[in-house]
């Protein structure tokens, strides 16, 4: 049987950010004046995983959300879900919303206790939207077969939102950290063995 | 909880009775072969194909177009670059493929219900047991997944009244920060239920 079991309270953690992604999927878009592509509330929810519940989790966490649109849930924003999804042009961002929680989860770890805004931003930045755009940009190309230029262009919209999400999402997470201490460990110690009352700095 | 939630449309027709693992087989093997779709006539007639085919399921062209249409501003974008770099048949084919690919897995989708898709997963994942894979570990999170998103959607609510109810108005923080930590807070009493139920034992 596997040597790397994971507990139930991580496979709780794991469902229960799978379904924050999916519920956020949810929220109508809405429009900014600044570009002509939506907001939507749904890479919030790869962000926050990577930064509140970790590396492994978070990664695990987004990989069931994407398994659950496989498997014919709506739960893309705009009401989307079943295999098809893959077959689109929008295929990269699916698998970059499982690596970048991962590679943010996994950086905000290591970083661990207190949650700096300066940090979380620099690490969501670089994984909420340097890789995932790269990732999206690849899956452009590979499916409609667009030159790296015209890849380059078909997303430029959404960079203000994007912008503008990151840092939401790295305040949210740091108010997660101060309201429910105990997640992140602290430098020297076990997730496991992090002192529960003293973060919040 | 399929009808409120999934995608699936009851029926009855040889796409509903076929079984799951062979749709998705079917699926498979279309994607692989889309790679030597080359010839813009083909890509169509496929699509026609199709088309016909959700026809005998009994599936109409709204919930057909419900599918496809948050594509379309990507796909416009595509076809026009195609026809600006190459020409309108490269432009058929690529966008047709991609039309035709979306078009087939919709409907495995909406003629498969989730319940019986998980546990096609759940069988397809027999093999890997020896890898250290754990098939029913991977059933029981797809469920507990399932189950998360109304879940999730119910706190959002309760959440939100709250913020209306102590005149925080519309601030995205005093909605999204409890709404995790009221999450983190259920995921830890499920983990202590799966526990109870025995789910770490063995």
């Given at each position: 049987m596997a040597q790397h079991r994971t507990p139930a309270r991580d496979l709780a953690l794991i469902a229960v950010f799978a379904g924050i992604t999916a519920a956020l999927g949810l929220i109508p878009a809405f429009y900014t004046p600044f570009s002509p592509a939506p907001i939507t509330a749904q890479s919030f929810g790869i962000i926050l995983a990577g930064a509140v519940i970790g590396g492994r989790r978070a990664l695990l966490s987004q990989l069931l959300f994407i398994a659950l649109v496989a498997l014919g849930?709506?739960?893309?924003?705009?009401g989307r879900g079943g295999i098809g999804v893959f077959a689109s042009p929008t295929v990269g961002f699916l698998v970059g919303y499982v690596v970048c929680a991962g590679v943010i989860g996994w950086f905000t770890f290591r970083k661990?206790?207190?949650?700096s805004i300066a940090w979380g931003l620099l690490i969501n930045v670089l994984g909420g939207m340097v890789l995932m755009y790269a990732f999206g940009i690849i899956g452009m190309m590979a499916v409609?077969?667009?030159s790296f230029p015209a890849a380059i262009l078909a997303n430029l919209p959404y960079l203000p939102g994007d912008t503008i999400k990151v840092v939401a999402a790295t305040l949210i997470a740091r108010g997660v950290h101060a309201a429910y201490p105990g997640l992140l460990p602290w430098r020297g110690t076990k997730v496991e063995d992090a002192p529960s009352e003293k973060v919040e700095a | 909880m399929q009808s409120t939630l999934g995608l699936y449309q009851p029926g009855t027709s040889v796409f509903h009775r076929a079984p799951a693992g062979a749709k998705l087989l079917a699926l498979v093997v279309l994607g692989a072969a889309s790679?030597?779709?080359?010839y813009w006539w083909l890509v169509l007639g496929l699509i026609a194909v199709l088309l016909g085919a959700y026809t005998v399921a009994g599936i109409g062209p709204r919930t057909i177009l419900r599918q496809v249409r948050p594509l379309l501003w990507l796909l416009a974008f595509t076809a026009a670059y195609h026809v600006w770099a190459t020409g309108w048949q490269r432009a058929t084919v690529v966008a047709g493929t991609i039309v035709l690919l979306v078009l087939a897995a919709a409907l495995v989708t909406l003629t498969t219900p989730t319940t019986r898709l998980v546990d096609a997963v759940v069988r397809v994942l027999?093999?890997?047991?020896?890898?250290?894979?754990d098939p029913d570990r991977i059933g029981l999170l797809l469920t507990l997944g399932i189950r998360c998103v109304p879940l999730v959607a119910d706190l959002a609510a309760q959440v939100r009244e709250a913020q209306i109810a102590r005149g925080t108005g519309t601030s995205w923080k005093a909605f999204a920060v409890p709404l995790i930590v009221r999450a983190l807070r259920d995921a830890d009493a499920m983990g202590e239920a799966l526990v109870a139920r025995g789910v770490d034992d063995d």
């Open positions: 849930l709506p739960l893309l924003a705009g661990g206790a207190p949650y409609a077969k667009l | 790679v030597f779709l080359t027999g093999p890997f047991r020896r890898w250290g894979v």
